[in-house]
Protein backbone atom coordinates (compact mmCIF):
# COMPACT_ATOMS: atom_id res chain seq x y z
CA UNK A 1 0.00 0.00 0.00
CA UNK A 2 1.43 3.21 -1.48
CA UNK A 3 0.11 6.34 0.03
CA UNK A 4 1.94 9.38 -0.71
CA UNK A 5 -0.65 12.15 0.92
CA UNK A 6 -3.81 12.32 2.79
CA UNK A 7 -6.50 14.36 3.55
CA UNK A 8 -8.46 15.56 6.09
CA UNK A 9 -8.97 14.34 9.51
CA UNK A 10 -7.98 10.88 10.62
CA UNK A 11 -9.29 9.58 14.16
CA UNK A 12 -7.63 7.33 16.35
CA UNK A 13 -9.36 3.91 15.31
CA UNK A 14 -9.06 5.41 11.84
CA UNK A 15 -4.78 5.32 11.89
CA UNK A 16 -5.35 2.43 13.75
CA UNK A 17 -7.25 0.19 11.19
CA UNK A 18 -5.03 1.96 8.53
CA UNK A 19 -1.98 0.48 9.79
CA UNK A 20 -3.57 -2.81 11.16
CA UNK A 21 -4.61 -3.74 7.55
CA UNK A 22 -0.93 -2.09 6.36
CA UNK A 23 1.06 -4.50 8.51
CA UNK A 24 -1.44 -7.47 7.14
CA UNK A 25 -0.98 -6.14 3.72
CA UNK A 26 2.94 -6.55 4.48
CA UNK A 27 2.98 -9.53 6.34
CA UNK A 28 1.19 -10.98 3.41
CA UNK A 29 3.85 -9.71 0.84
CA UNK A 30 6.54 -11.14 3.25
CA UNK A 31 5.04 -14.41 3.38
CA UNK A 32 4.86 -14.32 -0.27
CA UNK A 33 8.44 -13.47 -0.73
CA UNK A 34 9.50 -16.44 1.51
CA UNK A 35 7.38 -18.56 -0.17
CA UNK A 36 8.65 -17.29 -3.74
CA UNK A 37 12.47 -17.73 -2.20
CA UNK A 38 11.96 -21.31 -1.03
CA UNK A 39 10.61 -22.30 -3.88
CA UNK A 40 13.37 -21.38 -6.10
CA UNK A 41 16.03 -22.40 -3.99
CA UNK A 42 14.82 -25.75 -2.40
CA UNK A 43 16.24 -27.42 -5.21
CA UNK A 44 19.32 -26.02 -5.42
CA UNK A 45 19.71 -26.97 -1.50
CA UNK A 46 18.76 -30.57 -1.83
CA UNK A 47 21.09 -30.22 -5.14
CA UNK A 48 23.92 -29.17 -2.28
CA UNK A 49 22.94 -31.20 0.40
CA UNK A 50 23.34 -34.23 -1.83
CA UNK A 51 26.95 -33.51 -2.57
CA UNK A 52 27.97 -32.74 0.59
CA UNK A 53 26.52 -35.98 1.47
CA UNK A 54 28.30 -37.71 -1.02
CA UNK A 55 31.19 -36.20 -0.46
CA UNK A 56 31.35 -37.27 3.30
CA UNK A 57 30.38 -40.63 1.95
CA UNK A 58 33.09 -41.07 -0.47
CA UNK A 59 36.17 -39.20 1.89
CA UNK A 60 35.02 -41.05 5.06
CA UNK A 61 34.54 -44.59 3.19
CA UNK A 62 31.88 -45.89 5.86
CA UNK A 63 32.65 -43.81 8.50
CA UNK A 64 36.73 -44.08 9.09
CA UNK A 65 38.58 -41.55 8.82
CA UNK A 66 40.53 -40.24 5.65
CA UNK A 67 43.85 -40.84 5.44
CA UNK A 68 46.37 -38.37 3.49
CA UNK A 69 49.96 -38.04 2.55
CA UNK A 70 51.82 -35.27 4.70
CA UNK A 71 55.01 -33.91 3.17
CA UNK A 72 56.95 -35.40 0.41
CA UNK A 73 58.55 -38.15 2.31
CA UNK A 74 55.96 -40.65 2.09
CA UNK A 75 54.48 -40.11 5.73
CA UNK A 76 50.60 -41.00 5.38
CA UNK A 77 48.37 -40.09 8.41
CA UNK A 78 44.78 -40.06 9.30
CA UNK A 79 43.26 -36.52 7.91
CA UNK A 80 41.91 -35.46 11.23
CA UNK A 81 44.86 -35.24 14.38
CA UNK A 82 44.40 -35.72 18.13
CA UNK A 83 45.97 -32.63 20.04
CA UNK A 84 46.50 -34.15 23.05
CA UNK A 85 47.39 -30.85 24.82
CA UNK A 86 44.35 -30.66 27.08
CA UNK A 87 44.44 -34.21 28.60
CA UNK A 88 47.31 -32.58 31.05
CA UNK A 89 45.19 -28.95 31.62
CA UNK A 90 46.96 -26.41 30.13
CA UNK A 91 44.05 -23.60 29.64
CA UNK A 92 42.21 -26.55 31.84
CA UNK A 93 42.04 -29.11 34.21
CA UNK A 94 44.04 -32.04 33.72
CA UNK A 95 41.82 -35.52 33.02
CA UNK A 96 43.12 -38.64 35.62
CA UNK A 97 45.27 -40.65 33.63
CA UNK A 98 43.44 -43.45 32.91
CA UNK A 99 40.65 -41.03 31.56
CA UNK A 100 43.62 -39.63 29.12
CA UNK A 101 44.51 -43.21 28.38
CA UNK A 102 41.14 -44.04 27.21
CA UNK A 103 40.80 -40.88 25.13
CA UNK A 104 43.88 -41.62 22.99
CA UNK A 105 42.89 -45.49 22.40
CA UNK A 106 38.63 -44.13 21.61
CA UNK A 107 40.09 -42.09 19.16
CA UNK A 108 42.81 -44.65 17.28
CA UNK A 109 39.34 -46.87 17.46
CA UNK A 110 37.35 -44.49 15.07
CA UNK A 111 40.34 -44.19 13.03
CA UNK A 112 42.41 -41.44 14.31
CA UNK A 113 46.19 -42.30 14.13
CA UNK A 114 48.31 -38.79 14.53
CA UNK A 115 48.55 -37.48 17.67
CA UNK A 116 50.34 -34.28 18.80
CA UNK A 117 52.08 -33.96 21.77
CA UNK A 118 54.82 -31.28 23.04
CA UNK A 119 57.44 -31.47 25.85
CA UNK A 120 56.66 -27.95 27.01
CA UNK A 121 53.13 -29.41 27.62
CA UNK A 122 52.93 -29.92 31.90
CA UNK A 123 56.32 -29.74 31.08
CA UNK A 124 56.55 -33.15 30.44
CA UNK A 125 53.61 -34.61 31.59
CA UNK A 126 51.71 -34.55 28.29
CA UNK A 127 54.62 -37.10 26.38
CA UNK A 128 54.25 -39.57 29.86
CA UNK A 129 50.84 -39.75 28.99
CA UNK A 130 50.59 -40.13 25.61
CA UNK A 131 53.53 -42.88 26.00
CA UNK A 132 51.58 -45.01 28.45
CA UNK A 133 48.52 -44.66 25.66
CA UNK A 134 50.37 -45.75 22.81
CA UNK A 135 51.92 -48.93 24.74
CA UNK A 136 48.22 -50.53 24.06
CA UNK A 137 48.18 -49.16 20.38
CA UNK A 138 50.32 -50.78 17.95
CA UNK A 139 52.81 -48.55 17.43
CA UNK A 140 53.37 -48.83 13.44
CA UNK A 141 49.77 -47.90 13.26
CA UNK A 142 49.57 -44.63 14.53
CA UNK A 143 52.11 -41.51 14.20
CA UNK A 144 53.41 -39.17 16.82
CA UNK A 145 54.10 -35.59 16.39
CA UNK A 146 56.19 -33.67 19.16
CA UNK A 147 57.85 -30.21 19.11
CA UNK A 148 60.97 -28.72 20.57
CA UNK A 149 61.62 -24.95 21.11
CA UNK A 150 59.87 -23.83 24.67
CA UNK A 151 62.21 -23.74 27.73
CA UNK A 152 59.41 -21.70 29.67
CA UNK A 153 55.93 -19.91 29.26
CA UNK A 154 55.36 -16.90 31.62
CA UNK A 155 52.33 -14.82 31.55
CA UNK A 156 53.53 -11.91 29.25
CA UNK A 157 56.62 -14.07 27.94
CA UNK A 158 57.45 -17.27 26.24
CA UNK A 159 61.54 -18.49 26.66
CA UNK A 160 62.69 -20.47 23.12
CA UNK A 161 66.06 -22.05 22.05
CA UNK A 162 66.62 -23.45 19.02
CA UNK A 163 70.80 -24.00 19.63
CA UNK A 164 71.41 -27.81 18.27
CA UNK A 165 72.74 -29.05 21.44
CA UNK A 166 69.02 -27.87 23.37
CA UNK A 167 67.50 -29.63 19.78
CA UNK A 168 69.37 -33.35 20.82
CA UNK A 169 68.55 -32.86 24.31
CA UNK A 170 64.91 -32.33 23.83
CA UNK A 171 64.63 -34.85 21.54
CA UNK A 172 66.33 -37.46 23.63
CA UNK A 173 64.07 -36.77 26.05
CA UNK A 174 60.77 -36.82 24.29
CA UNK A 175 61.79 -40.27 22.92
CA UNK A 176 62.60 -41.70 26.36
CA UNK A 177 59.20 -40.29 27.38
CA UNK A 178 57.14 -41.49 24.97
CA UNK A 179 59.03 -44.85 24.90
CA UNK A 180 59.82 -45.02 21.47
CA UNK A 181 62.72 -44.83 19.40
CA UNK A 182 61.69 -42.92 16.57
CA UNK A 183 59.02 -39.95 16.02
CA UNK A 184 57.34 -39.63 13.40
CA UNK A 185 57.11 -35.58 12.97
CA UNK A 186 59.34 -33.31 15.02
CA UNK A 187 59.06 -29.72 14.74
CA UNK A 188 59.92 -25.90 16.20
CA UNK A 189 57.20 -25.05 18.55
CA UNK A 190 58.02 -21.85 18.51
CA UNK A 191 61.23 -20.17 16.64
CA UNK A 192 64.40 -18.89 17.98
CA UNK A 193 65.59 -15.76 16.27
CA UNK A 194 68.98 -15.67 17.42
CA UNK A 195 69.49 -18.65 16.17
CA UNK A 196 69.66 -18.89 12.10
CA UNK A 197 67.27 -21.41 10.80
CA UNK A 198 69.91 -23.92 9.42
CA UNK A 199 71.52 -24.51 12.50
CA UNK A 200 68.38 -25.74 14.77
CA UNK A 201 67.44 -28.01 11.71
CA UNK A 202 70.78 -29.52 11.02
CA UNK A 203 70.55 -30.62 14.86
CA UNK A 204 67.91 -33.36 13.51
CA UNK A 205 70.35 -34.91 10.61
Same mark, same amino acid.
Given at each position: ??????????????????????????????? +????? &??????????? $???? +??? &? $?????????????? $????????????????? $????????????????????????? &?????????????????????????????? &????????????????????????????????????????????????????????????????
Amino acid at each position: MNITKIKGNISKSSIFVFLSQSQVSMNWQLK +ITIKQ &IISHTKGKLLH $LRSR +IVG &I $LKRDTKMGQVPRVK $LGSHGLEVSKLGFGCMG $LTGVYNDPVPEEVGISIIKYAFNKG &ITLFDTSNSYGPHTNELLVGKAIKEIPRDK &IQIATKFGIVKMESNNVIVNGRPEYVRSCCEGSLQRLGVDYIDLYYQHRIDTTVPIEDTVSATD
